[in-house]
């Protein structure tokens, strides 16, 4: 028998979790506060570009499951369980604007019933959970953190078939009741304390942009010395302790977690009295990828006045999210030493960026262009027909930030070919 849920925030984190706990058989009501959002959620579309959400969001319209509401009040009434997805957005020194979490508290606290676990899903600095704590203002409604590690682009799959459920909480008998709520996931369910909860999910984030930097800058020693970075990752990837996954270079990490969290890991240490410097290092080192791309392409091609080809906006393949993307990073700079930008991306149709003309297909991306940027590791720019781009381009040179093209094809093409850590 499924619980009643009730999801306040219908972003990518709450309408992920209101999908899959509704796939799961509980009674979901998802909340959010712009009407529009809700109208055309309650017509089964949803406003977000990720792979078997809208299957699962109708799917569970169709069987009573799931349904969305303007405004957190009637969704909380009858709730055993409220999970907290509102934004946390980045606050001007590097610290989460937690002002969303807090309203959301508030105003939920009079309705909830007595014993309703509130569950903040949402990536909060350490000891939010006394934060939601005092804006519930209320001593019967236990807190816990249960923090997401949901990738986009593959976040059903994620939550359906997690790694581990990290769960936190002082109240043993509120943390069982959410675990239960994962029984069917198959995965490790680990309670802990809700610091430790809350740190976890920062760490887990600052490792993997360390990992990610990290091997950017293998890449750079590779193009240094003159090794392929391909062998050294793989060879390096086989001792277990370090595993092939996450190794791939690239133009820089980006998206909507890995910067700010990054960024809040700092701060978070600076306001406890502990310098992160290590971490510094991994956002400078991220930094230094965007200007390494673009000197690549100044190394072919002088910028001032070129037309430039990017193919790929998102920050990464199988999204449409453009935030903190290094595609738009390495433009920015590009357009910065006077270069004018054609950009295509399969799931992006509109950037407000002066200077970048955003095309509708990546052969109009490549007319004229003196450089050719591959900034997001889409499948659809490798069947490019590379012949159609030669006699497209102005000039035969390939920036391929992702490592994604056939380098010896295009050099029998007559391009001039520059990967990451490989040439
Ligand atoms: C990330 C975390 O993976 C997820 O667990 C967390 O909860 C939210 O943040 P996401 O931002 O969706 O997920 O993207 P992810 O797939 O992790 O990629 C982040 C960035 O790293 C992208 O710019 C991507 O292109 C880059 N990346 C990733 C690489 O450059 N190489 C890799 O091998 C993997």
Redesign the pocket.
């Known amino acids: 028998m499924g619980s009643p849920i009730a999801v306040i925030g219908a972003g990518y984190v709450g309408l992920t979790t209101a999908a899959c706990f509704a796939h799961l058989g509980h009674k979901v009501t998802c909340a959010d506060v712009v009407e529009a959002k809700v109208d055309s959620l309650q017509r089964g579309e949803i406003p977000i570009y990720e792979v078997g959400l809208e299957e699962l969001v109708r799917a569970g319209m169709d069987n009573g499951n799931l349904s969305f509401v303007l405004g957190s009040e009637m969704a909380v009434r009858d709730a055993e369980f409220v999970y907290l997805c509102v934004p946390t957005p980045q606050a001007a020194e590097g610290s989460a604007d937690l002002r969303y979490l807090t309203a959301a508290a508030k105003q939920i606290g009079p309705y909830l019933q007595s014993g309703t676990v509130v569950v903040n899903k949402s990536t909060v600095p350490v000891g939010s959970t006394l934060l939601v704590e005092g804006a519930l203002g209320r001593s019967d409604t236990p807190v816990v953190s249960n923090p ?6 593959s976040a059903v799959n994620d939550f359906l078939q997690p790694d581990r459920v990290v769960i936190g909480s002082d109240d043993q008998a509120a943390a069982d009741r959410v675990a239960s709520l994962y029984v069917d996931c198959g995965a490790p369910i680990m309670v802990t304390d809700p610091a430790s909860a809350e740190t976890c999910k920062f760490a ?2 600052a490792f ?1 942009a360390t990992k ?1 930097s990290f ?1 950017n800058a293998i890449a750079a020693v590779c193009e240094a010395v003159g090794a392929d970075v391909n062998g050294v990752l793989l060879g390096m990837g086989y001792d277990h302790r370090i595993g092939h996954e ?5 133009p820089g ?6 910067p700010k969290d990054s960024k809040a890991i700092i701060s978070i240490a600076e306001d406890a009295g502990y310098d992160f410097a290590l971490m510094r290092g991994v956002i400078q080192a991220n930094d230094e990828q965007f200007d390494r791309i673009v000197r690549k392409v100044e190394s072919v091609t002088s910028l001032d006045g070129a037309t430039v080809g990017v193919l790929g906006i998102a ?2 393949a199988g999204t449409d999210d453009t935030r903190e993307s ?1 595609a738009i990073e390495v433009m920015k700079r590009l357009l910065a030493k006077g270069a004018m930008v054609k950009a295509y991306d399969p799931a992006v149709t509109s950037l407000n960026l002066d200077g970048v003309d955003v095309v509708d297909n990546a052969y109009a991306a490549c007319e004229g262009a003196s450089a050719i940027v591959v900034a997001t ?1 889409w499948d659809e720019f490798t069947s490019l027909d590379f012949d159609r781009v030669s006699d497209l381009v102005a000039e035969r040179n390939m920036i391929d930030a992702r490592n994604l093209l056939d380098r010896d094809a295009l050099k029998r093409r007559g391009f001039t070919y520059q990967g990451v850590g490989r040439s």
Do not use: D, Y
Request: hydrophobic share 40%; charged share 25%.
């Open positions: 997401e590690f949901l990738r986009e682009g887990a984030n993997l990610l091997t996450f190794l791939r270079p690239g990490w980006g998206g909507s977690c890995f920050f990464k290094p590791e």
